[in-house]
């Protein structure tokens, strides 16, 4: 079976030869089912089994090893633990990703195996399926929260659209606000035959970002990319307006709409219930990711007491100091202290700072759907959920490219842009993701593509590290460092890891 799965994977049209297998990967699931690994181990996993066999460099301040069977994984507290993995399971993620290409194939085939034992086991590894695959699966769920014959009526005033459905639809239970949207303009003539309904949301996720409500903003100016805003407290109802926004992300999702709003990297996995990462800084303040960054690669010892466990912010004109811990203002930062010093200021300003307004946010998501519902989706997938799957114009792109240590004929760059035509496109988008932070395409095109400092185009720099490395991304530049791979195959193969395994950072390493 493992040798006619891995030959059938480069076989396109194999549908009928995956079916004659598929009782042998169904008594092969069947008898794994008892496996349990954190899902946060397999990524990593991953870039060792599809041909990271010596070492991968996950982040820019250190190396990991991908030792087996004690792998790295992120925790909760941004700081790399190891988590023992068994033979048996080892083996079984080994398999599992090799052919993962057939299993997805057999999935998009009969995407009702999913829902049942033994393929519902992939569930508990959402790394190895598609998204296509995981978005079905999540469509079916969604199913069973409809109401028959339900409907929510909306009668809004274009000018007033956010309070207007603030008003009408947050009286409503979870279970009402389920039922079909009936959109009415005001003073208009018109049947909601849907087109009402697709033109309220793009209005309305537009209303959630009006700095007037100052709820959302943006999270460097010209990305586009929001997030909740520190002193929204300023709104004395903004803890009601983010559950409302919640529960209206939610229920565009649950209507299979798309919303025209992108959050960061960090919010999206807030959403999600995923720990953020110290790295998730890079969209949210470049200033201080830089600061942290210097803090993090260079010997501190000389500037021992130009910082302490404490930050001093300004609210409305006064200044206060909060400690990181106890009594932090009177500890100095070292070199034997300084990674807990980043994930302690990361975490107030990612997550303590605005807790808050993301825990109001969730509530009303999670009113709709379930975070249950969405537990097998990452934070690339999540934004394609909620703003849709973006054409990437490849020429586009590559007119608007630069490269450094390359050049446009380098044989390197000429398989990236070969390797990018071949992708899905949802694999297109997902470089763009890597690369940039978001999905999002500007609006006339990469060339106006923005970086944390002002317009900064796609670059692809040499990353003379070796040909073991998986490529690596600066998303506060859009900045690609791609390896010297020595063949297309390679290349290939790693930029997909990367991409679709590798979006996430592994600690301090």
Known sequence: MNKCLHELSAIPHANQVLDLLKPLVQAFLFTHQNIRVSPRVIAQHMQQSAGEQKKSETVATGAVALASPTLRTPSSNLLSVEEPLSVTAEQFIQF?????NGLNA?????????????????????????????????RQRLKKFKLRGGRVRLNISRDNLFNDSY??????????LRGRLDVHFRGEEGIDAGGLTREFY??????????????????????????????????PDHLQFFRFCGRMV??????????????????????????????????VDESLYKGLLFILENDISPMEGDWVFAEDVTEFGVVKTYDLKENGRDINVTNDNKKEYVRLIANRHLTEAIK?????????FYELIPQEEIKLFDEQDLELIISGLPEVDIEDLRANTEYRSYSSSSPQIQWFWRAVRSFEPEERVKLVQFVTGT???????????????????????????????????????????????????????SLLLAITEASEGFGFG
């Open 106 to 138: 057999l999935l998009k085939r009969q995407p009702q195996l999913l829902s049942q034992a033994p393929f519902s086991l992939l569930l508990r590894f959402p790394a190895v399926l598609e998204f296509p695959v995981k978005e079905a699966h999540f």
């Open 356 to 364: 808050e307004q993301i825990e109001a946010f969730q509530k009303g």
């Open 167 to 176: 008003q009408q639809l947050m009286n409503k239970s979870a279970q009402d």
């Open 439 to 493: 999905g999002r395409i500007p609006v006339g095109g990469f060339a106006r593509l923005v970086g944390m400092s002002g317009p900064q185009k796609f670059n692809i720099h040499k990353d003379s590290g070796g040909a073991h490395r998986l490529p690596q991304a600066h998303t506060c530049f859009n900045q690609l460092d791609l390896p010297e791979y020595d063949t297309y195959e390679q290349l290939r193969t």
């Open 96 to 100: 599992i990703d090799r052919h993962r």
């Open 250 to 283: 939610a229920k565009a999702i649950f209507d299979h709409e798309l919303l025209d709003c992108h959050f960061t990297r960090a919010f999206y996995k807030q959403i999600l219930g995923i720990p953020v990462s110290w790295r998730d800084l890079a969209a």
């Open 202 to 235: 793009q209005k309305l996720s537009t209303e959630m970002m009006n700095p007037n409500y100052a709820l959302f903003g943006m999270s460097s100016v010209g990305s586009e990319t929001y997030q909740p805003m520190q002193h929204s407290g300023i709104n």
